[in-house]
């Protein structure tokens, strides 16, 4: 797997910087945030290492395809799938991405108001 070496979140992969991790296989890693914006938030993330959605290339569609199926995975175990969930990726810094690495934001627990606040 690739990695960039100063990146908190493939620290995380390495395990050179503790979390809560919920789920992992092969392609993807799950932890909790550590400033939950809602009862469950776990953050669902590639072990290779992609900026983000706008960064990644069709090579990738197979780990993408693994992160969607583990963010499910994720919702399910943490008892999500009756009440439902949101999934959130923000791209950029004008979305409110602040670890340019990509993630999925697995988000319930409680009712979820859209347009989000």
């Given at each position: 797997?690739?990695a960039?070496?100063?990146?908190?979140?493939?620290?995380?992969?390495?395990?050179?910087?503790?979390?809560?991790?919920?789920?992992?296989?092969?392609?993807?890693?799950?932890?909790r945030?550590?400033h939950?914006a809602?009862?469950?938030?776990?953050?669902?993330?590639?072990?290779?290492?992609?900026?983000?959605?706008?960064?990644?290339?069709?090579?990738?569609?197979?780990?993408?395809?693994?992160?969607?199926?583990?963010?499910?995975?994720?919702?399910?175990?943490?008892?999500?799938?009756?009440?439902?969930?949101?999934?959130?990726?923000?791209?950029?810094?004008?979305a409110?991405?602040s670890?340019?690495?990509?993630?999925?934001?697995?988000?319930?627990?409680?009712?979820?108001?859209?347009?989000?606040?």
């Amino acid at each position: 797997m690739s990695a960039d070496a100063n990146c908190l979140f493939c620290k995380i992969v390495r395990r050179e910087i503790p979390s809560t991790i919920v789920f992992e296989n092969d392609h993807a890693l799950a932890f909790r945030d550590i400033h939950p914006a809602a009862k469950t938030h776990v953050l669902v993330i590639p072990k290779k290492h992609i900026i983000g959605i706008a960064h990644a290339e069709p090579a990738d569609a197979p780990t993408m395809g693994e992160l969607l199926l583990a963010a499910r995975k994720v919702a399910e175990q943490e008892g999500l799938g009756d009440g439902g969930y949101r999934l959130v990726i923000n791209n950029g810094a004008d979305a409110g991405q602040s670890v340019l690495h990509l993630h999925v934001h697995v988000l319930g627990g409680r009712p979820l108001a859209w347009p989000p606040g």
